[in-house]
């Protein structure tokens, strides 16, 4: 009982009831046994209560806190959502006040036309789809890029607002109304009896125009309103489109017409240096080309546009100094000088040329088979790549490639009929098959002179300055002497090419003298392009001096130190002199640059064999018999294998 009685208080006390000790006393001391038992159980009895309270306490408490952290969590939520909202939001306004471009709007027509299908939508399509068409032509031969064009089918949204029966696309449509700066183009068709339509087309902020025809003539007055309205937006662009369109005159006069109304240093450079092109495409005018191309460098002289015509200038001209100057020199620039529209894609493709332009000019062929085009075409590409891979002596590799460009799909152009020519001439010459060269440069000749869209005297000029040179060298290689001099004769003095050309010719024929005063020539026109040392070394060896042609050779590897050809040449005026031993180390280097030239491991087997090295030679022998090599060259390899 005194257990009992014991462990019932401590579960009261663990409770947390409350007995009163002088009560328990009275109560266990002098009362009854039936009072004390009834006193007991009314102390369970309330300790019952007082822990079924206590229980609900808990629970009310525990009901609080989870009340509490829900409360938290729908306020985080709300904030969160409300921060997505104001995001949303904010980039929806950002979007519409960064909307650009041209939006072509639904024309009004009547309902005749609607009936047959040639509603305002299907006008505004015909409308875009010419105008982007144009845009296409344009940027394809330009450096700047084109503002976009779009259809406005804001209508074609149905979302709704809710409470407000406005469709989220009219929202849309007119917050970019409000806030950018789209430029959008409306218009209307009308019947004016006889079977007259005309078509009224305007530009916003701009003076509409009207063109009218016959109905039949639809799609024509379409294109000639897609060219205005082209015209308008993007000048410049527009005149690249007429020129590349065979209207060069038309071209010109739009791009001197836009020369009024540029403005900055920078845009306006880019202006005259077009307005250079232009000029020299239409009229071939090399002066007035000059002289507007001065003028933009005068402007500005971190204009990219401006370096790059320059390079093109002289390429036409044959002025490889001036543009070798150039070339180097376009590295220094930078794309933020240039206007916005040039300073992306457009700058690459400058610095891709000029970095051409550089290798090609002093013999870094293995460079320039590394140079990747950032807006080329494969086909493009392809041909580009297979003239630097048969100057690096890798005619295999450069048959390649004019076969990877013909299954890539070659525009009937004439700058790709250029290309392919001017990669088989060098595939075909270094192996001896003058025949085939000639035949190259023929075409070459012949790709200039189709040229509809550049002007008589232009093109007259480039296939003096670059083809004839060509087709001259493979005339004297075959032996035709008469015809290679009819060739070059008919070329420019001031021509690097064609003073160069003139000393191998002659010394071709071993008129050792009239050789060296024409190399000497090409040396003071072009001091910093290795050919004509290159040349003038060659002849120097094949007289027997190799002592001044390694001096020559010396010179060519200096201004041109990644062009495998005077290497190779030095290595075999080393090997003349007796010194093979010397000779390997220029042969290991001319590798470097040219690792698939015939010629080159042969002469090198040699000089191996004559050092005592068998082996090695052996093995360079091997290397050369899967190699192109010309026919004496072979019958030098069969020599040297029978030994």
Avoid at 203 to 209: A, K, P
Avoid at 525 to 536: E, G, I, K, L, M
Wanted: charged residues 25%; aromatic residues 6%; negative net charge.
């Amino acid at each position: 009982m005194a257990e009992e009685i014991e462990a019932q208080g401590t579960g009261a006390q663990a409770s947390g009831a409350s007995i009163d000790p002088a009560a328990m006393s009275l109560a266990l001391g002098g009362a009854s046994r039936d009072k004390a038992d009834a006193f007991l159980d009314d102390q369970r009895a309330l300790i019952a209560d007082q822990r079924h309270h206590l229980h609900e306490q808990f629970k009310q408490l525990k009901l609080g806190i989870f009340s509490q952290r829900v409360s938290i969590a729908l306020k985080g939520l709300t904030a969160v959502i409300g921060l997505a909202v104001v995001i949303g939001l904010g980039v929806v306004i950002w979007n519409a006040a960064h909307a650009d471009g041209l939006v072509v709007e639904a024309l009004a027509v009547p309902p005749r036309f609607i009936e047959a299908g040639v509603g305002g939508e299907v006008m505004a399509d015909d409308l875009m789809s010419k105008i982007g068409a144009i845009r296409d032509i344009a940027v394809a031969a330009s450096l700047d890029e084109s503002k976009g064009v779009s259809r406005d089918r804001d209508e074609d949204i149905k979302v709704e607002i809710p409470d407000t029966g406005v469709s989220l696309g009219q929202a849309w449509h007119y917050l970019r109304l409000w806030l950018g700066h789209e430029r959008r183009v409306t218009g209307n068709l009308r019947a004016a009896g006889d079977g007259t339509i005309v078509l009224t087309v305007a530009l916003e902020e701009e003076q509409g125009f009207t063109l009218s025809g016959n109905e039949g003539d639809l799609a024509k007055l379409e294109q000639q309103a897609a060219e205005h309205i082209f015209d308008q937006v993007d000048p410049l662009n527009y005149s690249l489109y007429l020129l590349v369109s065979d209207r060069p005159t038309e071209a010109l006069a739009a791009t001197e017409r836009v020369t009024q109304s540029m403005r900055g240093p920078s845009e306006r450079a880019n202006v005259y240096s077009l307005l250079s092109y232009e000029t020299l495409r239409a009229t071939g005018d090399m002066a007035l080309t000059a002289a507007r191309i001065r003028l933009a460098m005068a402007i500005d002289p971190k204009a990219a546009a401006a370096h790059v015509e320059i390079i093109r200038d002289s390429i036409a001209l044959g002025h490889d100094e001036e543009g070798l100057a150039e070339a180097r020199a376009m590295p220094k620039l930078r794309a933020e000088d240039q206007p916005p529209l040039q300073s992306g894609r457009g700058f690459q493709l400058i610095l891709y040329e000029a970095a051409q332009e550089r290798d090609l000019k002093t013999g870094d062929f293995a460079d320039a088979l590394a140079q990747k085009c950032v807006d080329c075409s494969l086909s493009s590409q392809s041909l580009i790549w297979a003239e630097d891979a048969a100057r690096a002596h890798d005619a295999a590799q450069s048959r390649s490639l004019i076969e990877q460009a013909r299954a890539a799909g070659l525009a009937a152009v004439q700058a790709t009929n250029e290309q392919i020519a001017r990669a088989r001439y060098f595939s075909d010459l270094p192996r001896g098959d003058g025949g085939a060269a000639a035949a190259a440069a023929r075409a070459y000749a012949a790709a200039f002179k189709a040229d509809t869209v550049a002007s008589p005297k232009l093109t007259a000029l480039e296939a003096e300055t670059e083809a004839m040179p060509l087709l001259a060298e493979a005339l004297a290689q075959s032996g035709d002497f008469d015809g290679a001099q009819a060739a070059i004769e008919a070329t420019p003095l001031d021509c690097y090419d064609c003073l160069r050309e003139r000393g191998r010719i002659a010394a071709l024929k071993m008129n050792w003298p009239v050789a060296s005063d024409w190399f000497a020539r090409a040396v003071v026109a072009a001091p910093s392009v290795p050919f004509a040392y290159d040349d003038w070394g060659g002849m120097l060896l094949a007289r027997g001096d190799a002592d001044a042609a390694i001096a020559k050779f010396t010179l060519a590897a200096e201004k041109g130190p990644h062009f495998a050809d005077p290497l190779e040449l030095w290595g075999e005026a080393l090997m003349a002199r007796n010194r093979s031993d010397l000779a390997l180390a220029k042969f290991t280097k001319a590798e470097k640059y040219a690792p698939k030239w015939g010629r080159l491991h042969l002469k090198w087997a040699e000089a191996l064999g004559y050092a005592g090295h068998k082996d090695q030679a052996r093995a360079q022998y091997q290397i050369a018999s899967t190699l192109d090599l010309s026919a004496s060259d072979k019958s030098e390899f069969a020599r040297h294998v029978r030994n």
